[in-house]
């Protein structure tokens, strides 16, 4: 049966470690109380005592005005007018990146960022670091003001001191190096054209540290454009990802999941589609596969060619006519040997290639981004060889802006520099000390340019090294437009108005083109925006409107559908791929593979609290990253986790802690970037390790080189959270393996058997009357076939919760306050793991066990279903917690905000992104999930004002409407009409513990595994 499974949650678990062991009888993390001394506590902190005696009024006034009141600000759906206090107002707009947002505004403040759900893409979901961002818009360390030399200065001096540097250049014919990240605004790209027109030295460069440039250049080569189109994931029927971590890291991942999950939706059908993965580093699409396959990034290459192989001569199914060059090269890889070379699964192959060849060009091969230019060629041919043009989408094909604007040749930047040629250098909002291969020496180098200018938010590396320094709006306080895709066009506009002395960096070139700092007006780049939308969007549109209705009718809706111009790819080009076919691979030495992180990003969000404290999805490791090994390299090693390794790649070196990765192929060490800022603020100060030195320069495959490994001194602390709520085994009989926690199936298994999943069942009796729900009963359901363990769900609720930051110190001890948890099981063996995930929260029990244990009645239940708090009547006991099975609350054993980075979110600018419609909890009080209480009292308010019930899926919780996949689904079970109603009664949905009796209002859908037999 499949419910028998062995599930396991870390290697200690597998292994049956005593440590482990002793911390499931112990139920909570030994040490969780050990430093708690009441007596100890300080009273008023360092920063807090500053903030109080220097917060100004004046700050206060402007944060908090509504800033339609001083300006054109279109909201999403209220007149401005109708704006009242203690009602929300909600405003489309986007963030820096093109991805379609929608703004939720309290008095004029903004407290929660969600996607805009009329957007074609986003279909309201946006990411996790998408939700944060709202954090980084009252981030106390934001430059508040012009700096010169390091010191305060005027907009005046520094704009005329500028723009004396720059006809200085212009005047002696010497370089302006303008350094910028990808563009996406087609306004950005005309003011940087009219900046080159002014002065003609100037010469805009453009890098990312994580790119798709070898994905768009084999496309080039192969096909004639760089016009990438998107995939429908929702078309195709089998689909293989090679070191492609296409749910989590890479594109549009709101869109991607989207699609993906659709073809895995049992409400609608039980034909889902097949997902196979071969990759190094276990990652969340790695773990969210039918079948996986392990195997080195740098053998990827053999592996496609291999497969070519063997669909082009040794079965004959080409759907095209190759050249024989092509068809003598792909002779040259066998795909038997390399099975066998690699030790892969021979039935697992035996399963991809049959598929793939079975389902008639409905399937897609996707390669990673890291993976060099040569992978992407092969993949190109692989899809034509497999007829897979059909799954490709034109229609909203994938934009690249200003490629002939900017150059992507670093090479050239820094011998530009070295050579003294460049009179000025402007970082727009980039940090290329910090992101660079070590082997430019950027720092180096630009101490050699005269003027230095560094446009950006907060301090980092590269602006320590600048003459100049300038505050940049945040996304929440800036114009734009912006064309990602073919067929959209998403607008932004400012949701509140500048905190701080801060311009949007647009505006600020604006003023050094018009040669005056007196040019400069609050709107100089607002009525840019409109002349330019007004050119190149409503001119096309043949809109019957006036621009003025057409641009305001625009803002509300967030975005424009236009006319996707992007043709239909050309025919493969056979000498493209002739040419890409060397690749060199070292098999006997070790492997490092720079990743993205999850979180972090490039080391944007290094200074965010909740991005840091949110769990790896595959680790659970937080506030650190690691050089993530297999359990028999780390034996061969003779490191456990948390020994620091000595890994040098070349010339540069750097140590860090291992962490065993289940599932990590065999001499591989993955490394996840963005961590270890050295000029930060005290968030992300000694948070990780700069892996960025182990970068080679910008080539084809800098992220993945050939490294020594060694076994260096000393130990890193590593902290997780899938260990801190393990039950004991004397009560609940070692739940992750024989309870039932984790119930799954095969498709197979489903089809032959809708039933399978409750033959085991048991009768659940009481000795109690029933409690009758006549009315509402809020219940909630989350299907695990759609839930990638994105942990989206979690960020959302944090955000919408006031759910505080606590420190790595406190997460060690186990008192991460997140109410919303992802667990994730293994089962299978430490080589070839299977990967379960389950969101697990309040169950909102109806018999529940902490009501009866609280002595003051704080925890009690509602006439509609719901397990509520009384935070002014909770004493702190924790008898709830001690008797709750699932271990989903959390004690305020401190006020976080001030115990935490020395009151850094007890900042007055910090608690603006408090949500006023929830409590801010205090020191000794309990806290957990509300099933979000002031949603559904807010739903019951208008249907009150409207004389009606409240509509059957009307309250949508910060959880679900977060969700990318709609795996979760709240609302009236009372009503037959509701969602959820549906979900309890499907044949999968089943409660966890359900032989408690808790009678748990939460139902989970068992996942169903896509094999070929009837065994998940």
Not at 597 to 625: C, R
Request: with cysteine.
């Amino acid at each position: 049966m499949a419910d028998k499974k062995n599930f396991w949650k870390s290697l200690k678990d597998y292994n049956n470690d005593p440590e482990f062991l002793k911390a499931k009888t112990n139920e909570f993390v030994e040490g969780v109380t050990d430093d708690f001394n009441p007596e100890e506590m300080k009273g008023l902190s360092r920063r807090k005592f500053l903030a109080l005696v220097t917060a100004s009024t004046a700050f206060t006034a402007a944060a908090c005005s509504d800033y339609y009141d001083k300006g054109e600000i279109i909201p999403y759906n209220k007149r401005p007018e109708n704006g009242l206090p203690g009602k929300a107002n909600f405003y489309a707009s986007s963030d820096r990146n093109g991805n379609a947002v929608l703004v939720k505004t309290r008095e004029g403040r903004p407290i929660k960022i969600d996607g805009n759900p009329e957007h074609p893409i986003s279909q309201g979901k946006i990411s996790n670091t998408g939700q944060a961002a709202i954090m980084n818009l009252y981030d106390p360390t934001r430059i508040k003001s012009p700096k010169k030399d390091k010191k305060s200065t005027s907009w005046k001096t520094a704009d005329s001191n500028i723009i004396d540097a720059l006809d200085l250049a212009k005047g002696t014919e010497k370089k302006i190096a303008i350094l910028t990240h990808k563009i996406s605004s087609p306004a950005t790209v005309n003011v940087l054209n009219d900046f080159i027109q002014k002065y003609p030295t100037a010469v805009v460069y453009s890098y990312d540290l994580f790119n798709d440039n070898n994905r768009r250049r084999a496309w080039e080569k192969c096909y004639g454009n760089s016009v990438l189109p998107s995939i429908k994931w929702d078309e195709a029927k089998v689909i293989l990802s090679l070191e492609s971590d296409f749910l989590a890291r890479e594109g549009d991942i709101t869109e991607n999941i989207r699609l993906f999950t659709d073809g895995r939706d049992v409400m609608k059908s039980s034909d889902f589609n097949r997902l196979y993965t071969a990759e190094g580093g276990l990652s969340l699409t790695g773990m969210n596969a039918d079948y996986r396959l392990r195997i080195r990034p740098d053998f990827q290459f053999d592996f496609v060619m291999a497969l070519l192989n063997e669909f082009v001569n040794v079965k004959n199914s080409s759907a095209i006519q190759l050249d024989n060059s092509i068809i003598s090269e792909l002779k040259k890889y066998n795909l038997k040997d390399l099975i066998t070379r690699h030790n892969l699964s021979q039935e697992k192959i035996s399963y991809l290639v049959n598929d793939l060849a079975s389902v008639n060009g409905k399937s897609i091969v996707y390669a990673g981004d890291t993976l060099p230019e040569e992978v992407h060629s092969a993949v190109n041919l692989l899809n034509e060889v497999l007829n897979n043009s059909a799954i490709y989408n034109f229609t909203n094909a994938n934009v690249n802006l200003g490629d002939e604007l900017v150059n992507t040749d670093m090479d050239s930047l820094i011998a530009s520099l070295n050579n003294s040629e460049v009179e000025v250098l402007i970082n727009l909002n980039t940090n290329p000390v910090f992101h660079l291969a070590a082997e430019y020496n950027f720092a180096e180098a630009a101490a050699k340019v005269n003027t230095i200018v560094t446009l950006c938010e907060t301090p980092n590396e590269t602006s320590d090294i600048s003459n100049f320094v300038l505050p940049i709006n945040h996304d929440l306080e800036s114009w734009n437009y912006f064309k990602t895709r073919a067929n959209v066009v998403t607008l932004q506009q400012p949701v509140i108005a500048p905190l701080y002395n801060s311009r949007q960096t647009e505006a600020i070139l604006l003023t050094w083109l018009a040669g005056a700092f007196e040019e400069y007006k609050e709107d100089v780049y607002h009525k840019y925006v409109q002349s330019e939308f007004e050119k190149e969007i409503f001119n096309n549109s043949n809109s019957a409107a006036d621009f003025q209705t057409y641009w305001y009718s625009s803002l509300h809706d967030g975005f424009v559908l236009t006319e996707s111009k992007v043709e239909n790819k050309s025919s493969f080009n056979s000498d493209a791929f002739v040419k890409s076919t060397k690749v060199k691979t070292d098999e006997d030495s070790f492997i490092v593979h720079l990743q993205p992180s999850y979180f972090i990003g490039d080391g944007e969000f290094a200074n965010n609290g909740w991005m840091q404290e949110l769990p790896h999805p595959v680790s659970k490791i937080t506030w650190d990253n690691y050089a993530a090994i297999s359990p028999a390299a780390a034996k061969a090693l003779d490191v456990e986790i948390g020994d620091m390794l000595d890994i040098k790649v070349g010339e540069r070196e750097l140590s860090l802690p291992a962490f065993i990765q289940p599932g990590t192929a065999e001499k591989l060490v993955c490394i996840e970037l963005g961590y270890g800022r050295s000029v930060i603020g005290d968030v992300g100060a000694d948070a990780g390790f700069n892996a960025n030195v182990l970068l080679g320069k910008n080539n084809s495959s800098s992220y993945i080189s050939s490294a020594q490994v060694k076994k260096g001194d000393g130990n890193h602390e590593l902290v997780s959270t899938q260990e801190h709520h393990a039950v004991d085994d004397d009560f609940t009989k070692d739940f992750h393996k024989i309870r039932n926690i984790i119930r799954e199936g095969s498709v197979e298994q489903y089809k032959n058997d809708p039933e399978f999943l409750h033959h085991d069942g048991h009768k659940i009796f009481s000795i109690t009357d029933d409690v009758e729900y006549n009315g509402n009963k809020w219940a909630m359901s989350i299907d695990l076939n759609k839930c990638i363990s994105c942990a989206g769900c979690a960020t959302s609720c944090n955000i919408e919760n006031n759910v505080p930051v606590v420190g790595k110190d406190q997460v060690a001890v186990g008192r991460e306050m997140s109410w919303m948890r992802i667990d994730r099981y293994y089962s299978g063996t430490p080589e070839d793991p299977e990967v379960s995930g389950q969101p697990m929260l309040c169950q909102h029990c109806d018999n529940a066990p902490c009501e009866n244990v609280c002595p003051v009645n704080a925890t009690n239940h509602s006439e509609d279903g719901l397990n509520q708090m009384a935070y002014n009547r909770c004493v702190g006991t924790r008898y709830c917690a001690n008797n709750c099975p699932y271990k989903v609350r959390r004690f305020n054993f401190y006020n976080f905000r001030d115990h935490f980075a020395d009151s850094f979110y007890e900042a007055p600018v910090s608690s603006l992104v408090n949500n006023p419609e929830v409590t801010v909890r205090s020191r000794g009080v309990m806290e957990k999930c509300t099933f979000c209480i002031q949603k559904i009292m807010d739903a019951r308010s208008e249907a009150i004002n409207e004389g009606r019930e409240i509509k059957p899926n009307e309250v949508v919780t910060a959880c679900q409407q977060s969700c990318p996949s709609n795996a979760i689904v709240f609302g009236d079970s009372n009503n037959p009409e509701s969602e959820v109603s549906k979900y309890r009664k499907h044949n999968l949905g089943y409660h966890v513990l359900e032989e408690l009796n808790v009678r748990p209002n939460v139902t989970y859908l068992a996942k169903l595994r896509n094999t070929h037999s009837e065994d998940a």
